[in-house]
Nanobody
Framework: QVQLVESGGGLVQPGGSLRLSCAAS????????MGWYRQAPGKERELVAG???????NYADSVKGRFTVSRDNAKNTLYLQMNSLKPEDTAVYYC?????????WGQGTQVTVSS
């Protein structure tokens, strides 16, 4: 059973930056893909950014050009660099890892963008 633990959330002013980390208890190369999702109050969880085992990335239109997803296989860690943050980026951010048969979620980390 692989566990995913997110960190790096917090309160930031509009225009600021944060870097989220997702540490896996096992080898992240076991995952076909990994991604960051977010859920704002009253809204459905949505995909923010994803990266395949081969390194291909995809982003939600709302974050393109501002967020960058990356993975460090040696550290078994997934990252999300978030720049030019906006109030509408406020949400709980979740890490997800997907294998052929299972999906694993972290517990989430709160990101609040406010002045």
């Amino acid at each position: 059973q692989v566990q995913l633990v997110e960190s790096g959330g917090g309160l930031v002013q509009p225009g600021g930056s944060l870097r989220l980390s997702c540490a896996a208890s096992g080898n992240i190369l076991l995952f076909n893909a990994m991604g960051w999702y977010r859920q704002a109050p009253g809204k459905e969880r949505e995909l923010v950014a994803g990266v395949s085992r081969g390194g291909s990335t995809n982003y939600a239109d709302s974050v393109k050009g501002r967020f960058t997803v990356s993975r460090d296989n040696a550290k078994n860690t997934l990252y999300l660099q978030m720049n030019s943050l906006k109030p509408e980026d406020t949400a709980v951010y979740y890490c997800k890892g997907t294998t052929v048969v299972s999906a694993y979620w972290g517990q989430g980390t709160q990101v609040t963008v406010s002045s």
